[in-house]
């Protein structure tokens, strides 16, 4: 989609599954698998949909822009059968499906640092040595989800791998960043906490129109209703309270949602209609 300046497209890394109890906190099964139906080991499907970011050109070529690159392609097969990797989708064909490289990327940027947003950050050649899966990129990192990425706990171990980010600060690619702020012209990140201490979201302003890439704030269309949170997440209160506010100013400035996770609609509306929440989606379907 075109939004002013930006051109916005919706990338798939890949399809997954996780624990639907997990992605769905509180709520009780009967209510959320009407929304996610669970298979055999009480997984539901979702995918991992990073957002390609185009433009404005500003010395004769545009800028290009991937927030988050999904799982990639180094985990453990044990890993990817437990979390049920759908084989035969990878980012390296959906960006070449829009004529992109992985050479022309100029900024990858993350909304934090788990396994299936930045697991596809740095890739593995042939010696089995680990290295940027974007050469010629910076990668944007906040440094607050550097820093608990670096030195995680029991509860967080499971999805912070270093070798997804580790190597990139060894070969000087990383840009820190320590707040809310711009990453390029009508781009910026916003902190919501909650999922992680430092989880961020990302605006992307032009021509008058807002859309919003929501990371794991509201990882699929079924978790637009304010109190269904993830199981997942450290600070639930304080997704709760950001939830809150970003979904009406969502409804009030008809903003076009991004959802990394959802694993048939990329992008939508949230609207309300007697009280209720729900998303229309956009056109395309990824
Ligand atoms: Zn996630």
């Known amino acids: 989609m075109t939004l002013g300046d930006l051109t916005l497209t919706p990338l798939l890394d890949r399809h997954f599954r996780l624990d639907g109890g ?11 698998e009407k929304r996610a139906p669970a298979d055999e080991r009480n997984r539901i499907t ?9 433009g404005p050109s500003t010395s004769g070529r545009a800028t290009t822009m991937i927030i988050d690159a999904g799982a990639g ?44 947003h930045a697991g ?12 940027p899966a974007f050469p010629n990129a910076r990668y944007v990192i906040n440094a607050g989800e550097w820093e608990d990425a670096t030195h995680p706990h029991e509860r967080n171990r499971a999805s912070y791998f270093a070798e997804n980010y580790v190597p990139l600060r060894e ?16 781009v910026r990140v916003r902190r919501t906490g909650g999922h992680t201490r430092w989880h961020q979201i990302v605006y992307l302003e032009s021509g008058g129109r807002t859309a ?7 990882p699929t269309t079924a978790h637009v209703d304010v109190p269904w949170i993830m199981g997942y997440d450290l600070y639930p ?17 008809e903003s076009v ?22 998303v229309e989606p956009l056109e395309s379907r990824v």
């Open 22 to 32: 997990a992605m769905f906190g509180v709520v009780p099964k009967p209510l959320w």
């Open 212 to 218: 919003v890439f929501a990371a794991d704030l509201l």
């Open 171 to 186: 070969a000087g690619l990383v840009d820190f960043m320590t707040g809310d702020g711009a990453v390029m012209p009508g």
């Open 257 to 278: 949602i991004f959802f990394e996770h959802d694993p048939q609609i990329a992008a939508g509306y949230i609207r309300e209609k007697d009280r209720r929440l729900y």
């Open 46 to 54: 979702m995918a991992m949909r990073p957002l390609l970011v185009q």
């Open 73 to 116: 392609e180094k985990m453990e097969p044990k890993l990817q059968e437990i979390y049920g990797f759908e084989h035969g989708e990878s980012l390296a064909a959906s960006l070449a499906a829009v004529g992109v490289s992985a050479g022309d990327v100029d900024i990858v940027l993350a909304s934090h640092l788990h396994f299936d």
């Open 237 to 253: 209160m304080e997704t709760l309270e950001f939830k809150r506010a970003f979904v009406r100013e969502a409804v009030e400035r």
């Open 120 to 131: 596809g950050f740095t890739t593995r050649d042939a010696s089995g040595a680990i290295g």
